[in-house]
Structures are given as C-alpha cells and as structure tokens.
C-alpha cells in the first residue's frame, strides 16, 4: 500500500496541501522508485525517521498506508516502533487507506497491535475487517465492471454525480 500513499503525496500537493512523506523502507521495485521520483520533483520532503516532533498539530491528518490488505504475521522492525507511536498519539488524527496498518484483514485488529484510525477509506470494497472499524468510513473507487459486482455479489452504494468516493459511515455492513 506504499505506493497508494505516494500516489495520495502527489494528490495532496496538487490539491494545495503540503504533505510530507513518511518511507522508513524504501522499495527498489521500478514502479515505487517511479513515485518517489515524482514526490520529490514537487519537492514533497521524505523522511525515514519518524520522530515525536513529527507528530504534531502542525499536520491536518496523517495518511496510514504503510502495509495492504495481504498483510499477515507479526509487526516487524522498524514498522513495529511506528505502529506505537502512531497508537499514542491523537494529533493530528489518522487515516487509514483501505485497512488500518496492523489489522488482519478479516478479523479486524487482532490482539489490539494494529492502529485504531479515526476514518477508513475502502479502495473498490469494504473488507471484512471493516465490520470492526467504529469511525467514518469512506468508499472510493466506481471503477467496478458490472460482471465483477455479479460474479462476487457486490451491494456497493450509488457514488452521487460524479464523485469517485462515498460515505458508508452510517450503512449496515449487510447493506454493503
């Protein structure tokens, strides 16, 4: 999910906000090299240390995409670290992007070692482990085919006009 938070860097800032990166381990692989490159061609500062002083109210929010939904298994160095700070701080507020950084994606966060975000924002989706998340809750994506709703018997809401995200906060997980 890296890339998905590189890809957010580059949206905020051309939408006016200053983002700042948090990357404590970078990928080689050619496509997240591709985004960093274009990160800092608009002079987005990225970090890979994330300090105290880093977690202030000088941020709006921070944009939780450090691991996917295929995430399994223990929080490891340098992320396990992370995950603490992120867990203690309530400044600025977090966003998770599709599933919150720690959170077995079935079962929701597990032995409680995953962050506990203020809002969720499913890509395509909901998860099952969304059926756990108390907060608001965002749907992006209306790019799903017909047939793929048929085939896994989707029940996706309607996006009003032309936005690309809706708000399920308030829908019955049964709904979705």
């Not at 992120?86 to 992007?97: A, F």
Request: with cysteine.
């Amino acid at each position: 999910m890296v890339w998905i938070g590189l890809v957010a860097a580059r949206h905020l800032f051309h939408f006016g906000y200053k983002p700042n990166i948090f990357y404590p381990k970078q990928s080689k692989k050619e496509l997240y090299e591709r985004l960093v490159i274009q990160c800092q061609s608009l002079e987005i500062p990225i970090v890979t240390e994330l300090s105290n002083s880093s977690l202030t109210n000088d941020n709006d929010l921070i944009v939780d995409a450090l691991f996917g939904f295929s995430f399994t298994g223990e929080i490891r160095p340098p992320f396990d670290e992370v995950i603490q700070k992120l867990k203690v701080t309530n400044i600025p507020p977090i966003v998770s992007v599709d599933i919150p950084s720690g959170w077995d994606v079935e079962k929701g966060n597990v032995n409680n070692h995953g962050l506990k975000p203020s809002m969720l924002i499913s890509l395509t989706a909901p998860k099952l482990c969304a059926n756990y998340f108390n907060g608001k809750h965002f749907l992006g994506g209306r790019f799903i085919p017909p047939g793929l709703k048929e085939k896994y018997e989707l029940n996706l809401p309607l996006y009003p006009g032309t936005d690309q995200v809706v708000d399920i906060t308030d829908l019955p997980s049964e709904k979705l």
